[in-house]
């Protein structure tokens, strides 16, 4: 199959679904601004015709539901036509947010590969640490949230490591399963002919395990790196931060700017496909280095 049919067999259904989404957005912000504008026109003493009102619905200014061409020209406003060090500026908000999230992607990253290691080389800790990273997960990153930030505040410690671990707590769990997956992925036919030569254990670890593991390590950063993302918006909330991508929802949802609050969602969500694709890249680049065909 040629180059441009590849790219037109990707490209269509992500379009086909975009338009889709895009229409059943519309119909969602008709449907729910619709009785607060019906309302307004009784009060009003207006009479609208339904042409009008579907108008009306579109372009509130305060909308329960704001229509995605009001979302794009917030973006457009807020990216492009101030200065990116401004602080009314979404890319100096998404710089805030993306730093804590790289920070904590990183400590948990490191974190998550020395809990894979420490699994797949002292079994002990696969029965009595393992089901314990599990059951981790398990609370709430919402209830987590504050109790960090209250605790580390207690011990003057503010600013960007709090979010950090919050990111750190997210983002470890994933890089730790996938690894173990990875590291442990070796066939026992593959494990014996190491063993055959009289290689050491960091032998077959480097030589064996460590580039069986590669292709579980991209694939589980894909995830941590989406994950601590989330984690700094989240540890953003309780912290009453007058920077990032999480102080931009606090305040759009205290002045019903719901506009802003959407605005914001969606530059997290450009800056979260911005990260995966560069570690998709990184992923390709890694497997072509190591011999891995080009798709």
């Known amino acids: 199959m040629s180059s441009p049919a590849k790219a037109r067999d990707k490209i269509f259904p992500v379009l086909t679904i975009t338009a889709i989404i895009i ?28 042409s009008e009102l579907v108008a009306k ?3 509130q200014p305060k909308p329960t539901m704001p229509a995605p061409h009001q979302v794009v020209e ?28 790289l920070l904590g992607f990183a400590m948990g990253t490191i974190l998550g590969v020395v809990i894979a290691v420490g699994i797949v080389h002292v079994p ?17 990153i919402l209830a987590i949230a504050p109790m960090i930030v209250v605790v580390l505040a207690a011990v003057n410690i503010t600013g960007i490591l709090p979010k950090a671990l919050i990111s750190t707590y997210l983002s470890f769990f994933p890089v730790a399963v996938g690894m173990v997956k990875g590291l442990r992925s070796p066939e026992v036919m593959h494990l014996d002919l190491v063993h055959t030569y009289n290689a050491t254990k960091w032998q077959t670890f480097w030589k064996l395990r460590v580039p069986a593991s590669i292709p579980f390590f991209f694939t589980s950063i894909k ?39 959407w ?7 450009i800056v979260a496909v911005l990260l995966v694709t560069i570690v998709d890249i990184a992923a390709k680049l890694v497997g072509m280095s190591m011999g891995a065909r080009p798709e």
Request: hydrophobic share 50%; proline share 4%; aromatic share 10%.
């Open 74 to 101: 917030n973006l457009y406003k807020n990216i492009f036509t101030v200065k990116p060090w401004s602080a009314r500026s979404l890319v100096y908000h998404a710089w805030v947010t993306l730093s804590s999230t």
């Open 124 to 140: 002990a800790l696969d029965k009595s640490f393992l089901p314990w990273i599990i059951a981790s997960q398990t609370i709430p």
């Open 57 to 59: 619905t579109l372009s």
């Open 23 to 50: 229409v059943a957005w519309y119909l969602a912000a008709i449907l729910m601004n619709a009785p607060f504008q019906r309302d307004q026109d009784k009060r009003d003493g207006v009479t609208s015709t339904m």
């Open 263 to 269: 605005a914001a969602l969606i530059a997290g969500s």
């Open 223 to 261: 995830v941590a790196v989406a994950a601590s993302l989330v984690g700094a918006i989240v540890g953003e909330l309780p912290t009453g931060a007058v920077a990032g991508i999480g102080s931009k929802l606090l305040a759009g949802s205290y002045y019903s700017q719901t506009i802003d609050v």
